[in-house]
């Protein structure tokens, strides 16, 4: 894949978009209170983690956060290259009433977040549901669109976006490259 | 390690990988957490039609399918001989072809007779779960009871297992056996000499007449059902006297580890294979193995209903 790879975020520029999305979140909802961020398996989880720790430097309030598994509630069962595998899912405590803030890596055909939807309303009744990307790439195939965008992002069907946010900020990056043969 | 399973049917554990075991068991403990919450359904088998097909009475391990597919979202819908036209003379394979023509998603198969699910599999495109055939096999217990053994002891490799009774009519015992020694444990059976079949060396078990000796140092107990409807003649002389030499008590109990604990694949005979105050003790993990039952069968419904699309797609 090594020739074929374009780097479209670097570190720096992925943690000042994070840094600008906690900052958002907390200004649409007036603070922190009754807040749940929720990463999406297994894309958003590293991120999710991350704006909660923004929001903690910001604000000084840990805010109650989870993850999501969206295998059971997808509708590409049958699609090729679809995995089964499942993974865990943690909610803390009731999200009645409260706002969730769903974190995922790439916004591309909605249908995850659709599932992701799906799946939090089988928890409890939210009082809103906000939608947090780090990389939006068009291609829409549903009505769903994010609250916070960390960059739109042009690309082709042919093409994948990485997301790596392992490790320290200056290994982070968002790389873009050709769909290889078997993906 | 694998993400599908790479089979159409599950008929017995007897040539299920230990990657296999793994993906199911693994797969099921993420079932487990949908049974937790509040809505215990989740949509991934909307759509699919499971069929229960029972040529033996059964209440739990039908039941047990069934909850297993409404979780899942799948249409269940049971088919029993006792009011299907088997008694009118149809054989087996034109009552499942019948079926088949309804096109449903997953078989799931009970029949008297060993082999008749694997005879059914070889003939149907649809896939095909062994829900017990005669004394051969019955895979979703022998897995659910593997679920319990990880989930309580937190590994199944290295632990020493009794398994105690009526070993030869036992379909349970054979699949538990290929199970826990794909999976590492070591293996004991325990029973009166007609019921331990002749070639228990062949299954990688240690065979003993002698319950004292057999409990020593046991991590677990599964005990097994006098299952009088199984044995065509006597294969010991009264009750009275199995209880005697076979039943498991608290008493008996004390000679395995101290945390020890006992299984049993229901229904219990009460005060016969199982006393009543072990059944109800602590020790006892009779309810959790119920429990997980469900959660390994919609890992097998999950993982089957998938694997067809994969087919034929």
Known sequence: ?183 | MSDFLSRKDILGLRDFTRQEIELVLDTAASMEDILQREIKKVPSLRGKTVVNLFFEPSTRTRTSFEIAGKRLSADVVNFSAAVSSVKKGETLLDTARNIEAMKPDVLVVRHSSSGAPHFLARHLSVPVVNAGDGRHEHPSQGLLDLYTIRKVKGRIEGLNVLILGDILHSRVARSDIYGLTTMGAKVTICGPSPLIPREYQALGVEATWDINEALRGKDVVIVLRIQLERMESSFFPSIREYVRYFGLNRERMKLAKEDAIVMHPGPVNRGWELADDLADSDVSVILQQVEAGVAVRMAILYLLAHVREEVES
């Not at chain 1, 790879?5 to 978009?17: F, L, T, Y």
């Not at chain 1, 591309?108 to 799946?119: E, F, H, L, S, V």
């Not at chain 1, 690309?155 to 968002?174: A, I, L, M, P, Y």
């Open chain 1, 1 to 183: 894949m090594g020739s074929k790879e374009k780097v479209i975020m670097d570190g720096k520029s992925i943690d000042r978009a994070l840094s600008r999305i906690a900052h958002e979140i907390l200004e649409r909802n007036k603070g922190a209170d009754d807040l749940i961020i929720i990463g999406i398996c297994t894309g958003g989880i590293p991120l999710a983690r991350i704006i909660v720790d923004k929001i903690k430097k910001i604000e000084g309030v840990e805010v109650p956060s989870g993850y999501i598994d969206i295998t059971l509630y997808r509708d590409d069962l049958s699609r090729i290259g679809y995995h089964p595998k499942l993974k865990k899912t943690e909610i803390p405590g009731s999200i009645d009433d409260k706002t969730i803030v769903l974190v995922d890596d790439v916004l591309y055909t909605g249908r995850t977040i659709r599932a992701a939807m799906d799946a939090l309303i089988d928890f409890g009744r939210p009082k809103a549901i906000q939608l947090a990307i780090l990389v939006d790439r068009g291609h829409r195939e549903l009505p769903i669109r994010a609250d916070f965008v960390g960059r739109n992002v042009p690309t082709s069907r042919s093409e994948v976006v990485d997301v790596k946010v392992e490790g320290e900020v200056k290994e982070w990056k968002v790389v873009i490259r050709e769909r290889e043969e078997n993906e």
